[in-house]
Nanobody, 125 residues
Framework: QVQLVESGGGLVQAGGSLRLSCAAS????????MGWFRQAPGKERAFVAY????????YYADSVKGRFTISRDNAKNTVYLQMNSLRPEDTAVYYC??????????????????WGQGTQVTVSS
């Protein structure tokens, strides 16, 4: 079992940057692939970025590719999401999640058993 706590959200102007952090409890953090998802008001939760257990490979939604960077520090049990060139359409609650199932794909919500409580990101125009 792992507990995830996100931080770093806030209000930022369009074009600005934020860095989200997700701290994990437990000693098995490096055994989980980690994902970031977001949910805007009235919309379904959607994939943003994924990083493999070693951090050697990363994957992004097309909408954030080139602007967001996911990284992890297994020694600190933490995964990060650096968000640059933010746009109003990036406004959402951002969630980190630990992947425990490798049945389909990293962008499928069902692959993740553990979720954080979410952190609000608001981008003003």
């Amino acid at each position: 079992q792992v507990q995830l706590v996100e931080s770093g959200g806030g209000l930022v102007q369009a074009g600005g940057s934020l860095r989200l952090s997700c701290a994990a409890s437990g000693r098995t953090f490096s055994s989980y692939g980690m994902g970031w998802f977001r949910q805007a008001p009235g919309k379904e939760r959607a994939f943003v970025a994924y990083i493999t257990r070693s951090g050697g490979n990363t994957y992004y939604a097309d909408s954030v590719k080139g602007r967001f960077t996911i990284s992890r520090d297994n020694a600190k049990n933490t995964v990060y999401l650096q968000m640059n060139s933010l746009r109003p359409e990036d406004t959402a609650v951002y969630y980190c999640a630990a992947r425990t199932i490798w049945r389909r794909s990293y962008y499928e919500l069902d692959e993740y058993a553990y979720w954080g409580q979410g952190t609000q990101v608001t981008v003003s125009s």
